[in-house]
């Protein structure tokens, strides 16, 4: 955007619009992804161990794709 005493253009107006749509849509996606799995999880009965497995999974996704491909 340009200072204060000028208002920005349409064009600039409609990006900063589409640059905040976007970053909603992946915050949503994000957060329900995450409802998901709490929702899978919630429905089995893990011992501890496993919790506590599945857990890092989530916190570090690059482990979870590792551990994925060596399955």
Do not use: C, G
């Not at 005493?5 to 619009?17: F, H, K, R």
């Not at 799995?37 to 570090?60: E, V």
Request: overall charge negative; aromatic content about 8%.
């Amino acid at each position: 955007m340009k200072n204060n005493s000028e208002l920005p253009t349409v064009s600039e107006w409609i990006d900063e619009i589409m640059a905040n749509h976007k970053r909603d849509l992946e915050i949503q996606t994000k957060i329900a992804y995450n409802q998901a799995i709490i929702d899978i999880i919630s429905k089995i009965d893990f011992d501890p161990k496993t919790i506590y497995q599945i857990t890092n999974l989530i916190k570090y996704p690059k482990l979870a794709e590792s551990f994925i491909r060596e399955k």
